[in-house]
């Protein structure tokens, strides 16, 4: 089959690679524990090939920035191909359609035949449009929103209108364009991008929303990208948005997932406990630094969540 779907796409023969797109049952990843999200575009059919190897613990199917207007087509089509063939997967699998207004809507549409685990939608502004989007989109697939205009930042705290939308992930350079502010502004030790990763973190987590850190574009600078995230890390991010391996290999090693981090808790409790029955409440573990009885009760309430 692979060599066919190569063959009609070399001969940008659209009506074969549509009998290609056969629906079929897919099984659901329901997981929200996803650290580093993968964009890649579905109108490079080498990148598609290579989804199962890659290490990112979510691909983001792009169709919207980045794809030619006449490539469009062909890159919905062989996204729908692609998800037919993945039957089940351990990396969530999310489309990110183009803006409503751009064909959005028939985009949702066509892929619900094709169960995506999730729709990502770029540009939303405001409440009205999420249950549009709902309304539309089949019950089983999660919505994931692009927070990327002045208006979807204002109506934040009223996007998530129901289970269905699980995740926001924050379009910096977007924002700031809708914003009318230079992108020069995009540094570490800038007061209002450390607001707005702080302001976009802490509603999305109030409003049981997981919420993604904006991609670096910069995908060379490796060095750069690792102080973006030690940041994000502190202030208590656990997912961001990737574009090149490099920097899903640095996400994955730098933001512990929550698998990972209620492991760490409970090694914590029972190294607290074993040496409180020492008479020891404050000591310092080779793996885990420093433990005390305020440490202990931050795993306790981690392993309890």
């Known amino acids: 089959m692979i060599r066919e779907i190569e063959e009609a796409y070399k001969r940008r023969d659209i009506e074969a690679l549509d009998k290609l797109a056969v629906p079929r049952y897919r099984v659901l990843n329901k997981k929200n524990d996803f650290r580093s999200v993968l964009m890649l575009s579905c109108h490079n ?75 990502r939608v770029p540009k939303i502004k405001d409440e009205k449009e999420v249950r549009s989007v709902l309304h539309l989109l089949k019950d089983e697939i999660e919505l ?48 209002t991008i450390r607001y707005i990763l702080s302001h976009f973190l802490v509603t999305s987590l109030a409003l049981g929303v997981k919420p993604v850190s904006f991609i670096f574009q910069e995908f060379k600078n490796i ?24 920097q899903v290999k640095l996400v994955n090693k730098m933001l512990v997932n929550k698998e990972e981090e209620l492991k760490r808790a409970k090694i914590i409790v029972k190294l607290f406990e074993m040496h409180r029955e020492e008479g020891i409440t404050g000591f310092v573990d080779e793996e885990y630094g420093f433990i005390d009885e305020p440490i202990y009760k931050g795993a306790l309430s981690i392993i309890k969540s």
């Not at 062909?74 to 039957?87: K, N, Q, T, W, Y």
């Not at 208006?151 to 809708?178: E, M, P, R, Y």
């Not at 060095?223 to 490099?246: A, R, V």
């Open 45 to 119: 059919l080498k990148h598609l090939l290579k989804i199962e190897e890659l290490e990112a613990d979510c691909i983001m199917l792009n169709l919207e920035d980045g794809v030619s207007p006449e490539d469009k087509p062909f890159a919905l089509v062989l996204c729908a191909i692609f998800l037919s063939r993945i039957e089940k997967s351990d990396k969530k699998l999310v489309v990110r359609v183009n803006a409503l207004d751009e064909g959005g809507y028939e985009e949702i549409t066509y892929l619900n035949q094709f169960m995506p685990d999730a729709i």
């Open 144 to 191: 994931h929103l692009s927070i990327e205009t002045a208006s979807s930042w204002v109506n934040l705290s009223s996007l998530a209108v129901n289970k269905k939308v699980t995740a926001f992930h924050l379009g910096i350079l977007d924002l700031f364009v809708d914003m009318g502010l230079p992108q020069t502004l995009i540094k570490l030790d800038n007061p």
């Open 223 to 246: 060095e750069s990208f690792g102080k973006w995230l030690e940041l994000e890390k502190s202030m208590g991010y656990l997912s961001k948005g990737c574009i090149s391996p490099d």
